[in-house]
Protein backbone atom coordinates (compact mmCIF):
# COMPACT_ATOMS: atom_id res chain seq x y z
CA UNK A 1 0.00 0.00 0.00
CA UNK A 2 2.78 2.71 1.16
CA UNK A 3 4.74 1.60 -2.50
CA UNK A 4 1.26 1.90 -4.30
CA UNK A 5 0.60 5.03 -2.51
CA UNK A 6 4.34 6.89 -3.03
CA UNK A 7 3.94 5.78 -7.19
CA UNK A 8 0.56 7.59 -6.97
CA UNK A 9 2.08 11.06 -5.55
CA UNK A 10 5.03 10.39 -8.07
CA UNK A 11 2.74 10.47 -11.22
CA UNK A 12 0.44 13.79 -9.73
CA UNK A 13 3.87 15.70 -9.52
CA UNK A 14 4.65 14.49 -13.19
CA UNK A 15 1.69 15.35 -14.58
CA UNK A 16 1.39 18.32 -12.50
CA UNK A 17 5.08 19.79 -13.97
CA UNK A 18 4.39 18.47 -17.48
CA UNK A 19 1.31 21.16 -17.17
CA UNK A 20 3.38 24.09 -15.82
CA UNK A 21 6.31 23.56 -19.00
CA UNK A 22 3.56 23.57 -21.10
CA UNK A 23 1.86 26.45 -19.43
CA UNK A 24 4.81 28.55 -19.21
CA UNK A 25 5.86 27.51 -22.83
CA UNK A 26 2.93 28.94 -24.04
CA UNK A 27 3.01 32.39 -22.56
CA UNK A 28 7.31 32.43 -23.24
CA UNK A 29 7.92 36.55 -24.06
CA UNK A 30 8.50 36.40 -28.36
CA UNK A 31 9.88 38.88 -29.95
CA UNK A 32 8.08 41.85 -31.37
CA UNK A 33 6.75 41.79 -34.91
CA UNK A 34 6.08 44.84 -36.62
CA UNK A 35 2.59 45.88 -37.04
CA UNK A 36 1.02 45.92 -40.62
CA UNK A 37 -0.23 49.47 -41.23
CA UNK A 38 -2.29 50.57 -44.24
CA UNK A 39 -0.19 52.19 -47.10
CA UNK A 40 -0.18 55.57 -46.54
CA UNK A 41 0.95 58.53 -49.25
CA UNK A 42 3.36 61.43 -48.44
CA UNK A 43 1.91 64.64 -49.49
CA UNK A 44 3.00 67.83 -49.40
CA UNK A 45 1.37 70.91 -46.93
CA UNK A 46 -0.67 72.85 -49.05
CA UNK A 47 0.35 76.73 -48.88
CA UNK A 48 -2.56 78.62 -49.96
CA UNK A 49 -1.31 81.31 -52.29
CA UNK A 50 -2.72 84.84 -53.31
CA UNK A 51 -2.77 84.44 -57.51
CA UNK A 52 -0.67 87.62 -59.17
CA UNK A 53 -3.31 89.58 -61.37
CA UNK A 54 -2.59 88.96 -64.84
CA UNK A 55 1.00 90.58 -65.56
CA UNK A 56 0.25 94.41 -67.65
CA UNK A 57 1.23 93.94 -71.08
CA UNK A 58 3.94 96.03 -72.96
CA UNK A 59 0.76 97.57 -74.97
CA UNK A 60 -1.43 97.81 -71.97
CA UNK A 61 1.37 100.03 -70.34
CA UNK A 62 2.25 102.39 -73.55
CA UNK A 63 -1.70 102.74 -73.58
CA UNK A 64 -1.70 103.69 -69.54
CA UNK A 65 0.93 105.76 -69.93
CA UNK A 66 -0.55 107.80 -72.90
CA UNK A 67 -3.95 107.85 -71.46
CA UNK A 68 -3.35 108.76 -67.94
CA UNK A 69 -2.24 112.46 -68.76
CA UNK A 70 -4.94 112.96 -71.48
CA UNK A 71 -7.48 111.93 -68.52
CA UNK A 72 -6.29 114.12 -66.22
CA UNK A 73 -6.01 117.55 -68.51
CA UNK A 74 -9.77 116.22 -69.78
CA UNK A 75 -11.32 116.07 -66.46
CA UNK A 76 -9.24 119.41 -65.16
CA UNK A 77 -10.16 121.72 -68.39
CA UNK A 78 -12.08 124.90 -67.64
CA UNK A 79 -12.76 126.06 -70.54
CA UNK A 80 -14.23 124.45 -74.31
CA UNK A 81 -11.03 125.91 -75.93
CA UNK A 82 -9.55 123.37 -73.69
CA UNK A 83 -11.31 120.48 -74.48
CA UNK A 84 -11.24 120.66 -77.86
CA UNK A 85 -7.88 119.01 -78.45
CA UNK A 86 -8.36 116.37 -76.54
CA UNK A 87 -11.87 114.89 -77.19
CA UNK A 88 -12.76 112.73 -80.86
CA UNK A 89 -14.07 114.61 -83.82
CA UNK A 90 -13.82 118.41 -82.37
CA UNK A 91 -15.82 119.57 -84.93
CA UNK A 92 -18.80 117.84 -84.30
CA UNK A 93 -18.47 118.10 -80.32
CA UNK A 94 -17.31 121.73 -80.52
CA UNK A 95 -21.65 123.12 -81.22
CA UNK A 96 -22.93 120.42 -78.79
CA UNK A 97 -20.42 121.58 -76.13
CA UNK A 98 -21.37 125.51 -76.84
CA UNK A 99 -24.72 124.53 -76.22
CA UNK A 100 -23.79 122.03 -72.79
CA UNK A 101 -21.45 124.69 -71.11
CA UNK A 102 -23.64 128.10 -72.43
CA UNK A 103 -21.27 130.57 -70.74
CA UNK A 104 -17.99 128.42 -72.59
CA UNK A 105 -16.66 127.60 -68.89
CA UNK A 106 -16.63 123.86 -67.19
CA UNK A 107 -16.79 123.19 -63.53
CA UNK A 108 -13.54 121.13 -63.40
CA UNK A 109 -14.17 117.56 -61.74
CA UNK A 110 -10.35 116.79 -61.41
CA UNK A 111 -8.83 113.89 -61.14
CA UNK A 112 -8.17 111.91 -57.54
CA UNK A 113 -7.48 108.07 -59.13
CA UNK A 114 -6.98 106.67 -62.97
CA UNK A 115 -7.95 102.86 -63.58
CA UNK A 116 -9.57 103.22 -60.46
CA UNK A 117 -9.94 99.41 -60.71
CA UNK A 118 -7.26 98.30 -62.53
CA UNK A 119 -9.71 96.99 -65.51
CA UNK A 120 -9.63 97.99 -69.39
CA UNK A 121 -12.28 97.13 -71.41
CA UNK A 122 -11.55 97.33 -75.24
CA UNK A 123 -14.36 97.21 -78.38
CA UNK A 124 -12.98 98.21 -81.68
CA UNK A 125 -10.59 101.64 -81.35
CA UNK A 126 -13.09 102.28 -78.08
CA UNK A 127 -11.16 101.29 -74.55
CA UNK A 128 -13.10 102.29 -71.16
CA UNK A 129 -11.59 102.61 -67.85
CA UNK A 130 -13.13 103.85 -64.84
CA UNK A 131 -11.62 107.30 -63.44
CA UNK A 132 -12.37 108.89 -59.49
CA UNK A 133 -12.99 112.60 -59.39
CA UNK A 134 -12.22 114.68 -56.69
CA UNK A 135 -15.75 114.49 -55.75
CA UNK A 136 -15.30 110.67 -54.69
CA UNK A 137 -17.66 110.18 -58.08
CA UNK A 138 -16.01 107.29 -60.17
CA UNK A 139 -17.40 107.10 -63.63
CA UNK A 140 -16.50 105.71 -67.07
CA UNK A 141 -13.93 107.42 -69.87
CA UNK A 142 -13.89 106.16 -72.96
CA UNK A 143 -10.55 106.69 -75.00
CA UNK A 144 -10.87 106.58 -79.07
CA UNK A 145 -7.73 105.34 -81.17
CA UNK A 146 -8.42 108.11 -84.18
CA UNK A 147 -5.70 108.96 -86.80
CA UNK A 148 -4.84 112.05 -84.62
CA UNK A 149 -3.67 109.76 -82.13
CA UNK A 150 -5.66 108.84 -78.71
CA UNK A 151 -8.96 111.00 -78.08
CA UNK A 152 -11.49 111.02 -75.05
CA UNK A 153 -15.35 110.46 -76.09
CA UNK A 154 -17.12 113.70 -74.62
CA UNK A 155 -20.97 112.85 -75.70
CA UNK A 156 -20.47 110.09 -73.32
CA UNK A 157 -18.91 111.67 -70.60
CA UNK A 158 -21.64 114.05 -70.03
CA UNK A 159 -24.47 111.68 -71.39
CA UNK A 160 -25.19 114.16 -74.52
CA UNK A 161 -28.69 113.99 -76.18
CA UNK A 162 -29.59 115.88 -78.80
CA UNK A 163 -32.28 117.56 -76.88
CA UNK A 164 -32.57 118.54 -73.51
CA UNK A 165 -34.55 116.36 -71.58
CA UNK A 166 -36.81 118.96 -69.91
CA UNK A 167 -37.25 120.60 -73.60
CA UNK A 168 -38.74 117.21 -74.94
CA UNK A 169 -41.06 115.95 -72.04
CA UNK A 170 -42.69 120.28 -72.20
CA UNK A 171 -42.56 120.40 -76.02
CA UNK A 172 -44.09 116.46 -76.24
CA UNK A 173 -42.18 116.16 -79.53
CA UNK A 174 -43.53 113.63 -81.85
CA UNK A 175 -40.06 113.80 -83.70
CA UNK A 176 -37.89 111.42 -82.63
CA UNK A 177 -34.83 112.44 -80.61
CA UNK A 178 -31.80 110.72 -79.36
CA UNK A 179 -30.91 110.14 -76.04
CA UNK A 180 -28.35 108.72 -73.78
CA UNK A 181 -30.09 106.94 -70.91
CA UNK A 182 -30.64 104.06 -68.52
CA UNK A 183 -33.06 101.46 -69.35
CA UNK A 184 -34.34 98.96 -66.45
CA UNK A 185 -37.86 97.22 -66.65
CA UNK A 186 -40.56 98.54 -65.02
CA UNK A 187 -44.37 97.36 -64.81
CA UNK A 188 -46.62 100.61 -66.02
CA UNK A 189 -49.62 100.26 -68.08
CA UNK A 190 -51.40 103.58 -68.65
CA UNK A 191 -53.67 106.31 -71.04
CA UNK A 192 -52.30 105.73 -74.18
CA UNK A 193 -50.27 102.67 -73.25
CA UNK A 194 -52.61 100.71 -71.13
CA UNK A 195 -52.35 97.43 -72.88
CA UNK A 196 -49.83 95.37 -71.62
CA UNK A 197 -50.48 92.79 -74.24
CA UNK A 198 -49.64 95.18 -77.15
CA UNK A 199 -47.05 97.16 -75.21
CA UNK A 200 -44.12 96.75 -73.34
CA UNK A 201 -42.93 99.10 -70.74
CA UNK A 202 -39.25 100.27 -69.38
CA UNK A 203 -38.26 103.12 -67.48
CA UNK A 204 -35.76 105.14 -68.63
CA UNK A 205 -33.86 107.63 -66.84
CA UNK A 206 -31.25 110.90 -68.00
CA UNK A 207 -27.89 110.36 -67.05
CA UNK A 208 -28.41 112.51 -64.07
CA UNK A 209 -31.12 110.80 -62.70
CA UNK A 210 -33.19 114.01 -62.85
CA UNK A 211 -35.69 113.04 -65.06
CA UNK A 212 -37.56 109.11 -65.14
CA UNK A 213 -39.91 108.59 -67.91
CA UNK A 214 -41.98 105.55 -69.39
CA UNK A 215 -41.06 104.06 -72.48
CA UNK A 216 -42.90 101.77 -74.88
CA UNK A 217 -41.91 99.41 -77.31
CA UNK A 218 -44.84 97.07 -79.32
CA UNK A 219 -44.31 93.22 -77.93
CA UNK A 220 -42.91 90.69 -80.29
CA UNK A 221 -41.31 93.81 -82.46
CA UNK A 222 -37.41 94.09 -83.32
CA UNK A 223 -37.15 97.45 -81.39
CA UNK A 224 -38.53 95.01 -78.22
CA UNK A 225 -36.25 92.38 -79.51
CA UNK A 226 -33.05 94.74 -78.37
CA UNK A 227 -34.72 96.23 -75.47
CA UNK A 228 -35.01 93.58 -72.92
CA UNK A 229 -32.55 94.26 -70.00
CA UNK A 230 -31.29 91.28 -68.19
CA UNK A 231 -33.20 88.90 -65.87
CA UNK A 232 -31.36 90.20 -63.07
CA UNK A 233 -33.08 94.11 -62.93
CA UNK A 234 -30.06 95.33 -63.95
CA UNK A 235 -29.51 98.71 -65.20
CA UNK A 236 -28.12 99.34 -68.96
CA UNK A 237 -27.38 102.38 -70.61
CA UNK A 238 -28.41 102.49 -73.82
CA UNK A 239 -28.66 105.03 -76.95
CA UNK A 240 -32.72 105.42 -78.22
CA UNK A 241 -34.40 107.20 -80.39
CA UNK A 242 -37.90 108.52 -78.13
CA UNK A 243 -40.92 110.29 -79.55
CA UNK A 244 -43.99 111.03 -77.99
CA UNK A 245 -47.36 109.58 -79.60
CA UNK A 246 -49.80 111.88 -81.52
CA UNK A 247 -52.01 113.98 -78.99
CA UNK A 248 -50.21 112.62 -76.05
CA UNK A 249 -51.93 113.34 -72.92
CA UNK A 250 -48.98 112.46 -70.76
CA UNK A 251 -45.64 114.34 -70.72
CA UNK A 252 -43.91 110.77 -68.91
CA UNK A 253 -45.17 108.52 -71.38
CA UNK A 254 -43.24 107.87 -74.78
CA UNK A 255 -42.45 105.45 -78.01
CA UNK A 256 -38.90 103.82 -78.42
CA UNK A 257 -38.72 104.77 -81.86
CA UNK A 258 -35.01 103.08 -82.47
CA UNK A 259 -31.94 101.34 -80.81
CA UNK A 260 -28.91 103.69 -81.75
CA UNK A 261 -26.83 101.68 -79.63
CA UNK A 262 -26.34 99.91 -76.67
CA UNK A 263 -23.69 101.37 -74.37
CA UNK A 264 -22.82 105.31 -74.82
CA UNK A 265 -20.10 105.49 -77.07
CA UNK A 266 -20.49 104.85 -80.47
CA UNK A 267 -18.09 103.31 -82.88
CA UNK A 268 -18.42 105.70 -85.49
CA UNK A 269 -16.24 108.93 -85.92
CA UNK A 270 -19.23 111.13 -86.80
CA UNK A 271 -21.97 109.54 -84.46
CA UNK A 272 -25.56 110.85 -85.45
CA UNK A 273 -26.89 111.60 -81.89
Known amino acids: ?15 LAGVLVTM ?16 TTTTAPTVKTEVAPAPVTA ?12 AKKFLEARRIDELLPLVRNPGVAEARMRRYYPDGTIASPGMAAFNVDSTITRLGTITRLKVRTRDYAEKAL ?3 ATPQGLKIDWESWVGWSDMPWQDFLASKSTTPHAFRLILDNVDYYNFAFSDDVKWQAYRLSSPDETHAIYGYAE ?3 KVNGRLRPPSDGAQIPMILMLKF ?3 ATSNNQVLVDQVVADGWVLESESPPP
Open 1 to 15: MLWMLMGGVALFLLI
Open 24 to 39: LGGNAVRPPVAASLPA
Open 59 to 70: SDAAFLAEAEPL
Open 142 to 144: ALV
Open 219 to 221: RGS
Open 245 to 247: PPS
